[in-house]
């Protein structure tokens, strides 16, 4: 048998890869859909389960809208920092970004054939107005945990009614892009995700 050449020795030296994903291309309809990037598994067998983390509409303008609110780092910075937590949790993760509620709810519905374990989501401004949102969740029955990188309680009081609150596993909110970290490690103990003894110290550095 020939042996491998040296780029397949260094492809299987890589267990992720990072980068965006064509083939999961939800919401057609929408010209404003992110696909994000995804940590893709090879052979890895801390890997023990497969996490989706949508985030809603203008969480595109990251960085530049309401620094003051929702911090300076941009939608790329929080999904390089949600894909290395989740590595170092055994967790492989798809980020996904859109405007358009009829995306996001295709994503969700996608989720469920793609064998999706466990959701994490920003709704952004859907919180408080997406009914069919939050029955795509209830119709596909995968938990989800609902994120938010503001205080929501702390704001505008219609911000403090959300419409996926009593349907999902937990809430994070407040506490920036570390409520993804939160948010993954409560998923990770539910799941019994083994973290990576070599790379687990990502967990504690963040971005």
């Known amino acids: 048998m020939a042996r491998p050449g040296p780029g397949l020795k260094r492809e299987l030296k890589r267990p992720y890869e990072v980068r965006a994903d064509p083939a999961r291309n939800f919401g057609d309809l929408d010209n404003n859909a992110h696909l994000g990037q995804t940590s ?33 780092d941009t939608l790329a910075d929080l999904e390089r920092a949600v894909i290395g937590w989740g590595r170092a949790l055994g967790l492989a993760v798809d980020c996904r970004q859109s405007n358009s509620e009829l995306a996001l709810i295709e994503a969700v519905h996608a989720a469920k054939a ?12 859907f919180t408080h107005t997406s009914v ?21 309680h702390a704001r505008e009081s219609f911000r403090r009614h959300s419409y996926f609150s009593d349907a ?22 539910r799941l019994g995700a083994r973290p990576d003894a070599e790379e687990a110290e990502e967990i504690q550095t963040g971005i």
């Open 132 to 152: 069919a949102l939050r029955d795509a969740l209830a119709a596909v029955s995968i938990p989800f945990v609902e994120v938010h990188l503001s205080n929501v």
């Open 40 to 72: 893709r598994p090879f052979a890895r067998a801390g890997v023990v389960a497969s996490i989706l983390v949508l985030n809603g509409p203008n969480l595109n303008l990251l960085g530049t809208r309401e620094p003051a609110v929702y911090g300076r």
């Open 114 to 125: 793609a064998g999706t374990s466990y959701i994490v989501i920003n709704p952004g401004g």
């Open 168 to 189: 999902a596993t937990g809430v994070v909110c407040g506490f920036g892009l570390q409520g993804y970290r939160f948010a993954l490690e409560a998923i990770a103990q």
